[in-house]
């Protein structure tokens, strides 16, 4: 008797995809950065964040710990009004508020290609997961107004920001959630915008497609399965960066079971 989701060749079988979020499914960072800036006027401060200095930024993962690295490396002299740690999480607050207000209007929408392959993968019976390094509220904001207002129950697990103890390319907020769904790395496929990203999810095992982003064109994504501009749509065809896609020109379940069996 095979073992459980074990097929006779001895591979695993693909059961579970497993989402990053800000670049992956919508192209949110501009939006963050943005909410940065508004975050620091209405804090009175004159700190602006070009999409250059962001783009250097985003070597960190996590917005408080952005917020740190800038003040260390940009402005080691800054001094905070009370303790730094309750001042960063102070402005980071304030941040998420711009942000979340931003994303709830509608306006974001997802990448080419990502309501589409989420809705073929319900379908297809796969389950779907959300490893992210960003705050929770902001993953809410997005999923119910520019996905489905009841999407969030789509996910066995929206693992977001601070649920674990290191952020990304750590490995731990996808460890994090194949076990809260009781998966192995061997039945899951990831999907990633970022070197961080894509770091964390092999760490984790995880074979992982990569769509690069507004921020991550010149990323390394050496070891992904696939490198595309985007998931692609019908009249959309998709950009192959780097990889094999079988002739195929937008991502649907079957590309997403040769990837799988290909990367066992
Ligand atoms: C991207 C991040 C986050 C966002 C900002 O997360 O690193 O920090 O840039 O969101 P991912 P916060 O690509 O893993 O979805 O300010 O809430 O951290
Ligand atoms: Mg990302």
Known sequence: MPLNN?????????????????????????????????AFA????????SQQMYGELLSVTGGKERIRHFLATHLPDFTAPGDL??????????????????VSSGQM??????????????EAGLRLGIATTTTPANVTALLRHNLASDSESWFEVIAAGSV????????????YAMQAMDVSPEECLAFEDSENGLHSAQDAGLATLVTA???????????????LDQLGEPD?????????????????????????????
Do not use: C
């Open 6 to 38: 074990r097929v006779k060749t001895g591979m695993s079988k693909l059961t579970t995809l497993l989402f990053d979020v800000d670049g992956t499914l919508a192209e949110t960072e501009e939006i963050h950065r943005q909410s940065f800036n508004k």
């Open 42 to 49: 209405q804090a009175g401060l004159d700190w602006r964040w």
């Open 85 to 102: 740690d309750e001042y960063i999480a102070g402005l980071h607050a304030a941040k998420t508020v711009v942000y979340t207000d931003t």
């Open 109 to 122: 929408g997802m990448r080419p290609g990502v309501v589409r392959l989420i809705n073929a993968a319900r």
């Open 164 to 175: 674990v103890p290191a952020k990304k390319p750590a490995p731990d907020i996808y460890h």
């Open 213 to 227: 982003s507004q921020y991550t064109q010149d990323h390394d994504f050496d070891g992904a399965v696939l490198v």
């Open 236 to 264: 959309r065809p998709f950009e192959v960066l780097a990889g094999d896609a079988g002739g195929h020109k937008m991502v649907d379940i079957e590309l997403l079971h040769d990837l799988h069996s290909r990367s066992a």
